[in-house]
């Protein structure tokens, strides 16, 4: 690893400050390389070596839960004793450090600098080669509500876990970043047509939401019935109609996390009509949250519109039966004329 790398900027920040979210933003805007070292753990926690070292470690193999890793499980007993923490870092910071070794090689390798989010970076060596440094800062009681409801603990469990945090030396940053909560959801579907189920969710959604962008996924594998870009001026024109003043829409292809990314949104926002489809939509919301670092928001429809979907309008029309009471006015004008 070169440490003459064109540029280096690593972030850190306390649990639920944002930190996550804005190196994602500054790889994005730079061309950077994101390293996102709480992933590289993840990745190396996955393996049965280390499983079995951390086991040995702490005497009991309780974080594994059903054959899979419990990093909350594993926190419970970590933060209890910083000398056995302190312990279990060590055993796999050389691993640890192996990841980041490649990954600014590759940075290097492609002509591009590199973002390294990592919360403890003052205390390993890659933050003296960083040519720049970015503390995240925010305040304690919101970064408390922000991750009792994201990691889904208590907040005694929150507190207690904040005694062992790293503790930063804002004189040691080059900048000091207050970011501004930017309440922006991105609900995407292919929309093919938006339906009134879509406009319920979208409206609930809205009263959380200071912008929504509603997103109209293109998918190279399934053609349109509806000419995409009709559909997008149905799609705000309805939102014009019901006094949704917050919302926008647009086009896209590829990964639905890049392009909320692209838009300043940090929540998915997702439709639900009973428990049954969150199970299904719980691996989707872990590759969103894991490689986008995006949230997701649920909303469920109200039972009269439950069984309102896309794929239903289009058997209708096909039967030519009546679709009016199941799509908006503007989109029932469209999918007519």
């Not at 080669?129 to 925010?138: A, G, S």
Request: glycine share 6%; hydrophobic share 35%.
């Amino acid at each position: 690893m070169n440490p003459n790398l064109t540029k280096i900027i690593g972030v850190c920040g306390k649990s639920g400050s944002g930190k996550s979210t804005y190196a994602r933003k500054l790889s994005r805007e730079t061309s950077s390389l994101l390293i996102d070292v709480d992933k590289i753990v993840h990745g190396i926690l996955e393996t049965p070596r280390v499983q079995a070292n951390i086991a040995a470690l702490l005497g009991t193999n309780s974080f594994i839960e059903n054959g899979k890793f419990n990093r909350k499980a594993l926190g419970k007993i970590l933060f209890n004793d910083k000398q056995v923490m302190d312990k279990y870092n060590a055993m796999i910071y050389a691993e640890l450090e192996s990841g980041i070794d490649m990954l600014l090689s590759a940075a290097q390798g492609g002509g591009v600098g590199a973002v390294i989010d990592w919360a403890l970076l003052p205390m390993s060596k890659y933050y003296n080669i960083c040519t720049e440094k970015h503390l995240i800062k925010k305040n304690d009681k919101d970064r408390q509500a922000s991750v009792v409801q994201r990691d889904g603990i208590t907040e005694e469990y929150f507190l207690e876990r904040e005694k062992n945090a790293f503790k930063y030396n804002e004189n040691d940053f080059d900048k000091i970043i207050e970011p501004v909560n930017i309440n922006k959801g991105f609900f995407a579907g292919s929309f093919d047509p938006f339906t009134m189920g879509h406009l319920d969710i979208l409206q609930q959604a809205s009263k959380d939401f200071d912008n929504i962008v509603v997103g109209i996924a293109l998918n190279p594998d399934k053609l349109r019935r509806f000419d995409k870009d009709s559909m997008r001026c149905a799609i705000l024109q309805t939102a014009k109609e019901y006094k949704l003043n917050n919302i926008d829409c647009v086009v896209y292809s590829g990964f639905t996390g890049n392009k909320a990314l692209e838009t300043d949104c940090y929540s998915l926002v997702r439709g639900l009509r009973n428990d049954t489809d969150k199970f299904y939509e719980k691996p989707m919301e872990d590759f969103n949250k894991q490689n986008f670092g995006l949230e997701t928001v649920y909303y469920y429809s109200p039972e009269h519109l439950k069984n309102v979907s896309s794929s239903k309008i289009k058997d209708l029309m096909r039967e030519n039966k009546s679709i009016e009471r199941f799509v908006p006015k503007a989109v029932y004008n469209l999918l007519l004329a």
